[in-house]
Nanobody, 121 residues
Framework: QVQLVESGGGSVQAGGSLRLSCVAS????????MGWFRQAPGKEREGVAA??YYADSVNGRFAISRDVAKKTVYLQMNSLKPEDSAIYYCAADPAARWPYCQLALGRYDYWGQGTQVTVSS
């Protein structure tokens, strides 16, 4: 059974940093693509980072990485802005091999429960 568990969310002031973690289990972590997505109130879920792809809105500020031994994918978020406030989800795409990932939501079959990030001005 595939499970993804996010952590690391919280409240931070604009300009601050957070690091999100997502621990995976139930599959061969090294093979699948992993991505980070977010959803703000009243907005659609959008892709943030996966493999070498970044959304334009976060490029240069966020960095995705993974530790295969720990079966964990990270999202380092720097220079946070109020518009980065959202629930952040990690997800797994079994059909693609890291780092050749895409940010298309429909590709991702497995999702975590999400972690809240709030950035105040």
């Amino acid at each position: 059974q595939v499970q993804l568990v996010e952590s690391g969310g919280g409240s931070v002031q604009a300009g601050g940093s957070l690091r999100l973690s997502c621990v995976a289990s139930g599959y061969t972590f090294s093979r699948w693509c992993m991505g980070w997505f977010r959803q703000a109130p009243g907005k659609e879920r959008e892709g943030v980072a996966a493999g070498t792809y970044y959304a334009d809105s976060v490029n240069g500020r966020f960095a995705i990485s993974r530790d295969v031994a720990k079966k964990t994918v990270y999202l380092q978020m720097n220079s946070l802005k109020p518009e980065d406030s959202a629930i952040y989800y990690c997800a797994a795409d079994p059909a693609a091999r890291w780092p050749y990932c895409q940010l298309a939501l429909g590709r991702y079959d497995y999702w975590g429960q999400g972690t809240q990030v709030t950035v105040s001005s």
